[in-house]
T-cell receptor
Framework: AQSVSQHNHHVILSEAASLELGCNYSYGGTVNLFWYVQYPGQHLQLLLKYFSGDPLVKGIKGFEAEFIKSKFSFNLRKPSVQWSDTAEYFCAVNSNAGKSTFGDGTTLTVKP | DGGITQSPKYLFRKEGQNVTLSCEQNLNHDAMYWYRQDPGQGLRLIYYSQIVNDFQKGDIAEGYSVSREKKESFPLTVTSAQKNPTAFYLC?????????????FGPGTRLTVL
């Protein structure tokens, strides 16, 4: 069975601070990993994704994530957060059959 | 505009009644999904469909039913057998079946059972 664990439930940062949100997954097949974001009042949308190749992937709005196979991790990072990054962030893994499993989410609050 | 429509935004029902949540997409996507979102529990997969006239149970299918008679529509019925139906329900779609495709989400329906 596949599973996703996000360790931080609520993160509070000041503007310009660096961000790292943890995501660990469990899945026996080829991994397909995603980070989604839900800004206040908006739909969930894709932030970035990893299928294969370069383990460091870049997404929208300056976000990046690193796939570390040995650690079963896919952590999300941003060097300098802005107030507009306040949102809920979800890590997800897709199985080869197309079934998706999401983590519990991390709420990020950025103080201006 | 292409996208996913869920209606209504808020829905109230009495305990013991079945209720059907609507999900329509005009993105010409093959796959569609239903999730339940509860505070602190992320998104949990209820049902998914990779192609018309076919669907699979997700992790929490008990008390729910779906149909996929048309490519653009994937309605979810919350039956009286669902023990705790009050929740926020999200519908999503992806272009093709399989693992590689990102999902596009609708605005959600908040169901309250009184």
């Amino acid at each position: 069975a596949q599973s996703v664990s996000q360790h931080n439930h609520h993160v509070i940062l000041s503007e310009a601070a660096s961000l790292e949100l943890g995501c660990n997954y469990s899945y026996g097949g080829t991994v397909n990993l995603f980070w989604y974001v839900q800004y206040p009042g908006q739909h969930l949308q894709l932030l970035l994704k990893y299928f294969s190749g370069d383990p460091l992937v870049k997404g929208i709005k300056g976000f990046e994530a690193e796939f570390i196979k040995s650690k079963f991790s896919f952590n999300l990072r941003k060097p300098s957060v802005q107030w507009s990054d306040t949102a809920e962030y979800f890590c997800a893994v897709n199985s080869n059959a197309g079934k998706s499993t999401f983590g519990d989410g991390t709420t990020l609050t950025v103080k201006p | 505009d292409g996208g996913i429509t869920q209606s209504p935004k808020y829905l109230f029902r009495k305990e013991g009644q079945n209720v059907t949540l609507s999900c329509e997409q005009n993105l010409n996507h093959d796959a569609m999904y239903w999730y339940r979102q509860d505070p602190g529990q992320g998104l949990r997969l209820i049902y998914y469909s990779q192609i018309v006239n076919d669907f699979q149970k997700g992790d929490i299918a008990e008390g729910y039913s779906v149909s996929r008679e048309k490519k653009e529509s994937f309605p979810l019925t919350v039956t009286s057998a669902q023990k705790n139906p009050t929740a926020f329900y999200l519908c999503a779609s992806s272009k093709e079946r399989g693992a590689y495709n990102e999902q596009f989400f609708g605005p959600g329906t908040r169901l309250t059972v009184l």
